[in-house]
């Protein structure tokens, strides 16, 4: 069966510090990878998408950034953080070629940046 | 603009019914999911609705009018569990989700 993990679960960082978070999917192969922000009272927000290994496309213009160094490898970046970086992030997955296919979320990652 | 629209919170009772609505308005659409998350937790899929109608799964049913644009989430014979939030979430036609805020849903017991 498919799984997805993500690290860490919580972080608390400094204004200007780095960020790295990792998400690996397992259980599949060339999965479309997405990375989301979740802030209260807010609806998901989707920061990045991949269809493939290298292939990063991002929707918000911001301070951070995403690389697929492997299929199943998804990482979110940043090197220098902002308060406004505080939220909930979750890495998620999809089959592709199934454009409408469900979602399958990552336990998630709460920063809180001071 | 794209827009999901959705009750910020509702209560009820143990072993009630409870409808959650969403009305949308985007540019396309290619469906629409329910998803369910619980506090602090990452969201789990629920529903998907593409086509006008019911769809049934257990206690929870989903409900779409494309004409209306509206859907709405139906949950029987609620359960303490179910206490969490409700996001709705439309696929557009660049096959992109709008996410809804969320209708975080207490149960009383």
């Known amino acids: 069966s498919q799984t997805i993990h993500q690290w860490p679960a919580t972080l608390v960082q400094p204004v200007g510090s780095p960020l790295s978070l990792e998400c690996t999917v397992e259980g599949t192969s060339n999965p479309n990878l997405y990375w989301y922000r979740q802030a209260a009272g807010r609806g998901l927000q989707l920061l990045f998408y991949s269809v493939g290994i290298g292939q990063i496309s991002s929707e918000v213009p911001q301070n951070l950034s995403a690389s697929r160094p492997q299929d199943r490898q998804f990482i979110l970046s940043s090197k220098k953080l902002l308060l406004s970086d505080s939220g909930f992030y979750l890495c998620a997955w999809s089959v592709a070629g199934i454009d409408t296919g469900e979602l399958f979320f990552g336990e998630g990652s709460r920063l809180t940046v001071l | 603009g794209q827009n999901i629209d959705q009750p910020t919170e509702m209560t009820a009772t143990e072993g009630a019914i409870v409808q959650i609505n969403c009305t949308y308005q985007?540019?396309?659409?290619?469906?629409l999911f329910w998803y369910q998350q619980h506090a602090g937790e990452a969201p789990t899929f629920l529903s998907y609705n593409v086509l006008d109608g019911l769809e049934e799964k257990g206690r929870f049913s989903s409900f779409l009018s494309r004409s209306k644009g509206y859907s709405y989430l139906l949950l029987k014979e609620l359960q303490m569990k179910d206490s969490a939030s409700y996001l709705c979430a439309v696929m557009d036609s660049n096959y992109q989700l709008i996410w809804g805020a969320g209708t975080k849903l207490i149960i009383k017991p």
């Open positions: 985007t540019s396309g659409f290619n469906g």
